[in-house]
């Protein structure tokens, strides 16, 4: 018996290509209601880049607890909140710390891709980014992005 070759460009070929990774329209079906603003494809992406230059030079807080902490004590940076965090009971009362702090905050659509942003293999559901000047370009570019997104209501 010989075996039928695959049409290269059939629909398991596309199918087995992106099994990989999630698309970005794939992980916006998870999204929790509190999720708002949610940072686009092309903002995701940047600040992904800027978590992994922030992690080469240390500059990023890391989890509810670190963060809340630092918050509390006047520390200045972006925040980046997982979207499919559930329960949100977990993270919701960090919205409002950085609204009362006039602190820029987003969300973007994974915590799995978060956590490994930031060099780790765990889902990570918040990360705060602090500016540096090894990385003040794409930090600046970044901030610029989040603070120009409408807040919710």
Avoid: W
Wanted: hydrophobic fraction near 35%.
């Amino acid at each position: 018996m010989t075996k039928i070759k695959a049409d290269p460009d059939g629909p398991d070929a596309q199918a087995e290509a992106c099994s990989g990774e999630r698309t970005y329209q794939e992980l916006l079906v998870n999204q929790n209601p509190i999720a708002q603003p949610l940072a686009s494809r092309r903002l995701t992406r940047k600040l992904y880049k800027c978590i992994k230059k922030a992690v080469k030079q240390k500059q990023i807080r890391r989890g509810v607890k670190e963060v809340q902490k630092f918050v509390n004590k006047g520390e200045k940076g972006i925040m980046v909140l997982a979207g499919d965090t559930l329960p949100i009971e977990v993270y919701c009362h960090l919205p409002v710390m950085c609204e009362d702090r006039n602190l820029p905050y987003v969300y973007i659509p994974s915590k799995t891709d978060l956590g490994a942003a930031a060099g780790s293999k765990r889902p990570t559901c918040v990360i705060m980014v602090k500016p540096h000047e090894e990385y003040q370009e794409a930090y600046d570019e970044c901030l610029e992005e989040v603070q120009s997104l409408p807040l919710p209501l």
